[in-house]
Structure formats: C-alpha cells, structure tokens
C-alpha cells in the first residue's frame, strides 16, 4: 500500500511559479511510475506529468502539450517525493492537483491507468 501527500499549493498571480511536492509512505518510489494529474471545476481530470523507469538509467518525462515547456516534473528518491515545478502559471492552470502513482497497463496520460491517489492540492492563479 502506498499513501501519497500533496503540498505546495496556493494562491499566486499569473507569470508566478509554484513547487508542489507528493511525498510517499509505505514503499519507496524509485520504481514506481509517477503522474500529475489536474481537475478543475466542471472539468474531467486532465493528465499534466509523468515519470517513469526507462529501464535504462534514467527516468523518461512526459508532459500534456499546454505545460510542456513551463512544467517540470523530478524525483527525490531520496526524500520519497516526486515533485512538480511550475513556471509562468496560467489562468487556465487552476486546478486541484494530484499525484498518482504505479500506472499499471495502459497509457501513462490515462487516470485509469494508476493505482494510488493523493488527495490533492489547489493551485489558484490570478490575474
């Protein structure tokens, strides 16, 4: 079982950035995949990140097309955490976010697809 918790949240104006944070418990995330995902109101959850093994010797990042460039998604293996960097947020970036982790089969972008949920984190930007 692993429990996840989301902070970093808040209130900022846009061009602001933000850091969320989803620390883990209960098992150690170093092979786990990892994604952001964000709802908001009125929306269906949306895919934002994800991180994933390559099998290799690195992890391979995946971004939705309206964050790519601005959104960063990293691990701290060290601290359990898989982390979310924000740059330049936009209006459209409200959202609850979420962190979910161990995508099963199917594709990494696809809620479906995870197995553990945090239970989220409001980003508000303002104009």
């Known amino acids: 079982q692993v429990q996840l918790v989301e902070s970093g949240g808040g209130l900022v104006q846009a061009g602001d950035s933000l850091r969320l944070s989803c620390a883990a418990s209960?098992?150690?995330?170093?092979?786990?995949?990892m994604g952001w995902f964000r709802q908001a109101p009125g929306k269906e959850r949306e895919f934002v990140a994800t991180?994933?093994?390559?099998?290799?010797?690195?992890?391979?990042?995946d971004y939705a097309g309206s964050v790519k460039g601005r959104f960063t998604i990293f691990r701290d293996n060290a601290k359990n955490t898989v982390n979310l960097q924000m740059n330049n947020l936009e209006l459209e970036d409200t959202a609850v976010y979420s962190c979910?982790?161990?995508?099963?089969?199917?594709?990494?972008?696809?809620?479906?697809?995870?197995?553990?949920w945090g239970q989220g984190t409001q980003v508000t930007v303002s104009s």
């Open positions: 979910a982790a161990a995508a099963t089969s199917g594709s990494v972008s696809s809620p479906g697809s995870y197995v553990y």
């Open positions: 209960g098992r150690t995330l170093t092979s786990y995949t």
């Open positions: 991180t994933r093994w390559s099998g290799g010797h690195n992890y391979i990042a």
